[in-house]
């Protein structure tokens, strides 16, 4: 019986308490939209050596394009895609012929992102890949597509809001491709709006 009461007495202080706060007390946000657009530095890192190292180029510019859905609470959703460059290589194989490859992917990602502390983020986002290769110098252009479905990103964001509207920062990417069991590192320059 005397347990009762206490529950009892404690939960009507607690309801007494917050229907004492004021709304203003409580700080809201409002649910909003965000596009940003990000340009970096990305590292391809391969499972095996395709060809000899001194050809291969690993380290190219990326982009990144993400649509957020940012509610009131900490968690927020958005879709993100963007153009990486995974390698490149140049050689001679003889004074007539010279062979240049390339592959590149596009990934589309769904991105779950958590609020940590104001302006920094932490998101992962599981997605397929579009990868394309193209192999051109020695007879007709070659062209291939192939399509990954077990990849995975986890990304870490700080964005630091210029005014209402306008947020600028820096992100730090890290990309598993399943279909080719490779690893892309990206450190992003992002520029964001709200909408």
């Known amino acids: 019986m ?9 939960c009507l202080f607690a309801g007494w308490t917050a229907s004492s706060q004021t ?3 409580i700080p809201k946000t409002r649910s ?7 340009a970096g530095w990305s590292h391809y890192f391969s499972n095996m050596d395709l060809v000899p190292a001194r050809n291969v180029q690993k380290d190219f510019v990326g982009l990144s394009f993400r649509f957020m859905w940012e509610p009131e609470y900490r968690l927020s959703l958005g879709l993100e895609t963007g153009f990486y460059r995974i390698f490149k290589v140049d050689s001679v194989l003889s004074p007539e012929y010279d062979m240049h490859a390339r592959m590149n ?14 302006n920094f983020y932490l998101s ?5 890949v579009l990868q394309y290769s ?16 077990a990849n995975f990103e986890a990304c ?15 992100e730090a990417r890290f990309f598993y491709v399943g279909k080719t069991n490779d690893y892309l590192m990206s450190l992003n320059a992002v520029f964001a709006v709200k909408l």
Do not use: W
């Open 2 to 10: 005397q347990r009762s009461v206490i529950i009892i007495l404690l």
């Open 23 to 25: 709304n203003d007390s």
């Open 32 to 38: 909003h939209y965000t596009l940003a657009v990000g």
């Open 105 to 118: 992917m596009v990934p589309l990602l769904l991105v779950i992102r958590m609020r940590i502390v104001d």
């Open 124 to 128: 992962v986002a599981p997605g397929i």
């Open 134 to 149: 193209q192999i051109t110098g020695i007879g007709d252009k070659i062209t291939s597509h192939q399509i990954s479905f």
């Open 156 to 170: 870490a964001s700080y964005l630091y809001p210029l005014s209402k509207y306008f947020e600028v920062g820096g």
